[in-house]
């Protein structure tokens, strides 16, 4: 397809968007740098994220120890999700599609797959918990809200870009206020628990908790950009950054922090009644107030998936054969992402929070190589230059199958595999030596960046600036140094 216009004509007095995985040209380019800090607070800030924080207490750990895990591992893992927002301005691009420069037009669809894995599962998780949400004011029949939930999300993204970048900086202010109030009845009107329960302190149990909250933000690193791409080419990258990791990981920590006291205080804790039970204690009525105030972040954030699904999706099909960018085309894509939510919510397990944890760490393995391979490739091979019409050209420069980013990838993967730790499914020798404690990401971040880094030293960069700069003179008639 052209990198530059789409098919269905300009965007200008159009209320749903029309670009898709094209080139958003600079007079189109708009927003400003601080959006990025509320889209990824209210991003971040829904129900997942505080089931993340159950987990610490459940394997043992105290409130305290398991909050210093969560803020360490959100830390972590916001660092190199945040990154990635400073490639939209730059680049012009859907995240994803970024990464034929580092594995070659098709080769692109191996982190595609586990991309699109992440979309689905989190619109899964989603949309059974909104439905339970909307299960205390009105009957919870699963096989009319799941797709009723799902179309509505998918409508919010057929719209786009900016109206997603609208609900999301409103419902911020929602959140905020609902959530403060929250916590603070959380700390004054729980007890303390019992001293034979209020947990201590182990390292297995805390590199667990620490992984969990550092692979759920990473898992964010696959859409970065997709909501970055319209801001100015010229956009300060530290601010850009800097808002991007403020709201992804204040919510983070926040979320989950909150779910770990809860996990402390609350017998059997559940995302719906606990936060019910507290909500409650300021008058009744209060807790179910917060939940539905919670359906809409996730009725939100599932269009952010749906989104970054379909635009995935038209990234790969179009890999191996040309697509249009055609709202009947991003129609179409959304809306088989819509049913295959659904049918797999209808299929997941009753006991859907064990499901969860082991598909945050699954997550985790599959993006740690992709997101290492694309930052060093960004930030240390290229810098951030890039000819876009070549990565449209499966004849060009970044070639249909690049070895480089696929053996970086591949490599640090497997050396991942002796460090897995999946409660219930498997555990690496390595892991198991260790009681269990996942160090999996540190393994995946250094061998698959370190690799790629070695192998990019033979990359001709002569001829890609020569390209570049024929590139950007096709694409906006300037050459932009």
Same mark, same amino acid.
């Given at each position: 397809?052209?990198? =530059?216009?789409?098919?269905?004509?300009?965007?200008?007095?159009?209320?749903?968007?029309?670009?898709?995985?094209?080139?958003?040209?600079?007079?189109?380019?708009?927003?400003?740098?601080?959006?990025?800090?509320?889209?990824?607070?209210?991003?971040?800030?829904?129900?997942?994220?505080?089931?993340?924080?159950?987990?610490?207490?459940? %394997?043992?750990?105290?409130?305290?120890?398991?909050?210093?895990?969560?803020?360490?591992?959100? %830390?972590?893992?916001?660092?190199?999700?945040?990154?990635?927002?400073?490639?939209?301005?730059?680049?012009?691009?859907?995240?994803?599609?970024?990464?034929?420069?580092?594995?070659?037009?098709?080769?692109?669809?191996?982190?595609?797959?586990?991309?699109?894995?992440?979309?689905?599962?989190?619109?899964?998780?989603?949309?059974?918990?909104?439905?339970?949400?909307?299960?205390?004011?009105?009957?919870?029949?699963?096989?009319?809200? &799941?797709?009723?939930?799902?179309?509505?999300?998918?409508?919010?993204?057929?719209?786009?870009?900016?109206? %997603?970048?609208?609900?999301?900086?409103?419902?911020?202010?929602?959140?905020?206020?609902?959530?403060?109030?929250?916590?603070?009845?959380?700390?004054?009107?729980?007890?303390?628990?019992?001293?034979?329960?209020?947990?201590?302190?182990?390292?297995?149990?805390?590199?667990?908790?620490? =992984?969990?909250?550092?692979?759920?933000?990473?898992?964010?690193?696959?859409? /970065?950009?997709?909501?970055?791409?319209?801001?100015?080419?010229?956009?300060?990258?530290?601010?850009?950054?800097?808002?991007?990791?403020?709201?992804?990981?204040?919510?983070?920590?926040?979320?989950?922090?909150?779910?770990?006291?809860?996990?402390?205080?609350?017998?059997?804790?559940?995302?719906?009644?606990?936060?019910?039970?507290?909500?409650?204690?300021?008058?009744?009525?209060?807790?179910?107030?917060?939940?539905?105030?919670?359906?809409?972040?996730?009725?939100?954030?599932?269009?952010?998936?749906?989104?970054?699904?379909?635009?995935?999706?038209?990234?790969?099909?179009?890999?191996?054969?040309?697509?249009?960018?055609?709202?009947?085309?991003?129609?179409?894509?959304?809306?088989?992402?819509?049913?295959?939510?659904?049918?797999?919510?209808?299929?997941?397990?009753?006991?859907?929070?064990?499901?969860?944890?082991?598909?945050?760490? %699954?997550?985790?393995?599959?993006?740690?190589?992709?997101?290492?391979?694309?930052?060093?490739?960004?930030?240390?091979?290229?810098?951030?230059?890039?000819?876009?019409?070549?990565?449209?050209?499966?004849?060009?420069?970044?070639?249909?199958?690049?070895?480089?980013?696929?053996?970086? &990838?591949?490599?640090?993967?497997?050396?991942?595999?002796?460090?897995?730790?999946?409660?219930?499914?498997?555990?690496?020798?390595?892991?198991?030596?260790?009681?269990?404690?996942?160090?999996?990401?540190?393994?995946?971040?250094?061998?698959?960046?370190?690799?790629?880094?070695?192998?990019?030293?033979?990359?001709?960069?002569?001829?890609?600036?020569?390209?570049?700069?024929?590139?950007?003179?096709?694409?906006?008639?300037? /050459?932009?140094?």
């Amino acid at each position: 397809m052209s990198p =530059s216009t789409p098919a269905s004509g300009s965007a200008a007095g159009s209320v749903i968007e029309q670009h898709s995985i094209d080139y958003v040209p600079w007079s189109e380019r708009r927003g400003k740098v601080w959006h990025q800090a509320p889209f990824w607070f209210t991003g971040n800030f829904v129900l997942p994220t505080m089931v993340i924080g159950f987990l610490g207490p459940e %394997l043992g750990l105290s409130a305290g120890s398991s909050f210093l895990a969560i803020v360490l591992g959100a %830390l972590f893992g916001t660092f190199f999700m945040a990154f990635h927002a400073n490639q939209g301005p730059r680049m012009g691009l859907p995240q994803m599609i970024q990464s034929r420069a580092q594995f070659g037009s098709r080769g692109v669809i191996v982190p595609f797959l586990a991309t699109v894995f992440v979309y689905i599962g989190f619109m899964v998780f989603d949309v059974i918990l909104a439905t339970q949400g909307l299960g205390l004011v009105l009957p919870g029949v699963t096989w009319i809200w &799941y797709p009723l939930l799902t179309a509505l999300s998918i409508v919010i993204a057929v719209v786009g870009h900016d109206l %997603l970048h609208f609900v999301q900086r409103w419902l911020t202010y929602l959140l905020v206020a609902a959530f403060a109030i929250t916590t603070v009845l959380a700390f004054t009107t729980l007890p303390a628990p019992a001293a034979g329960h209020a947990g201590g302190f182990d390292l297995t149990a805390f590199l667990v908790q620490f =992984s969990l909250a550092a692979g759920y933000n990473i898992s964010y690193a696959v859409y /970065v950009s997709d909501y970055s791409r319209y801001l100015p080419p010229k956009s300060s990258a530290p601010k850009l950054i800097f808002f991007t990791y403020l709201g992804a990981a204040g919510s983070a920590v926040w979320l989950m922090g909150l779910g770990s006291l809860l996990a402390t205080r609350i017998p059997k804790v559940d995302a719906i009644g606990s936060l019910k039970q507290v909500g409650d204690n300021l008058f009744p009525g209060f807790g179910t107030i917060v939940i539905l105030i919670s359906t809409l972040a996730l009725i939100s954030i599932m269009g952010v998936n749906a989104y970054g699904a379909m635009l995935t999706s038209v990234s790969g099909l179009d890999a191996f054969r040309s697509v249009k960018a055609t709202v009947r085309t991003r129609v179409v894509g959304l809306t088989v992402v819509g049913i295959v939510t659904v049918v797999v919510a209808l299929l997941i397990p009753a006991d859907y929070l064990g499901s969860f944890n082991n598909f945050v760490l %699954l997550m985790l393995y599959f993006l740690i190589p992709w997101t290492s391979v694309n930052l060093v490739d960004f930030y240390a091979v290229r810098h951030g230059h890039y000819a876009i019409t070549e990565i449209f050209n499966p004849h060009g420069i970044y070639r249909r199958w690049s070895w480089r980013g696929l053996v970086a &990838y591949g490599v640090g993967f497997v050396a991942m595999i002796p460090f897995f730790s999946l409660p219930g499914l498997f555990t690496g020798p390595i892991a198991e030596a260790l009681g269990g404690a996942d160090f999996s990401f540190v393994v995946g971040l250094v061998v698959a960046g370190l690799l790629y880094f070695v192998f990019s030293r033979g990359i001709d960069h002569t001829e890609e600036e020569a390209a570049r700069r024929s590139s950007q003179l096709e694409l906006e008639g300037a /050459v932009d140094d």
